[in-house]
């Protein structure tokens, strides 16, 4: 069994920062790509960042130049540092993370359970 727990959402002022945290614990072997998507009432979720094994990274372009993925392997933990917040930036964010939970093992997707970040006017 595997669980993720994120935790470092709330409200806060448009122009201010947030610093999401993902933790995972239980049966972890390996861990691959690193993800945080987000979605609101009556749209898709969407991918905004991801962050490989080696530590290159990609983003969304609605956040480039705002958000920054970053992770550590030692605490099994995925962040996404958010600065210059907008109203738009208002979600739900989940992190997903590609976990083995043993040797020979393939890895599987494994959600958080979500998290809401509010940004106000």
């Known amino acids: 069994q595997v669980e993720l727990v994120e935790s470092g959402g709330g409200l806060v002022q448009a122009g201010g920062s947030l610093r999401l945290s993902c933790a995972a614990s239980g049966s972890i072997f390996s861990m691959d790509n690193m993800r945080w998507y987000r979605q609101v009432p009556g749209k898709q979720r969407e991918l905004v960042a991801d962050i490989t094994k080696g530590g290159t990274t990609n983003y969304a372009d609605t956040v480039k130049g705002r958000f920054t993925i970053s992770r550590d392997n030692a605490k099994n933990t995925v962040y996404l540092q958010m600065d210059s917040l907008k109203p738009e930036d208002t979600a739900v964010y989940y992190c997903?993370?590609?976990?083995?939970?043993?040797?020979?093992?393939?890895?599987?997707?494994?959600w958080g359970q979500g998290i809401q970040v509010t940004v106000s006017s």
């Open positions: 997903f993370l590609k976990i083995a939970t043993a040797w020979g093992r393939a890895y599987s997707g494994y």
